[in-house]
């Protein structure tokens, strides 16, 4: 008779610790869930502002470039000496 009593007291134990335990997982994972969705939206608010500070930047070198009148020259320079070799290249093996 004790010896049953010591099996269902162990069991009952075991059993409500297994209860207890997985209530404990469930909030910890509960609590790490919302810790990650979180930082993931951080993560996002962060970059979207570092992608816009980016855009600004590159703009801005953009306009700078395109505001250098000699260095525009020389670009289309290159690009008018480009069309003749390609053009001559298409006459030399036309001949």
């Given at each position: 008779m004790d010896n049953e009593f010591g099996r269902e007291g162990s069991?009952?134990?075991?059993n409500k610790m297994t209860i207890v335990k997985d209530g404990e997982f469930e909030k910890?994972?509960?609590?790490?869930?919302?810790?990650?969705?979180?930082?993931?939206?951080?993560?996002?608010?962060?970059?979207?502002?570092?992608?816009?500070?980016f855009e600004?930047?590159?703009g801005k070198v953009k306009a700078d470039?395109?505001?250098?009148?000699?260095?525009q020259?020389?670009?289309?320079e290159e690009a008018n000496?480009?069309?003749?070799?390609?053009?001559?290249g298409v006459k030399l093996e036309m001949m």
């Open positions: 069991e009952n134990y075991e910890l994972g509960n609590i790490r869930h919302t810790l990650e969705v979180k930082l993931l939206e951080e993560l996002l608010v962060a970059k979207d502002a570092e992608l816009k500070d600004e930047k590159r470039i395109l505001a250098h009148k000699e260095y020259d020389k670009l289309a000496l480009r069309r003749d070799i390609e053009e001559m």
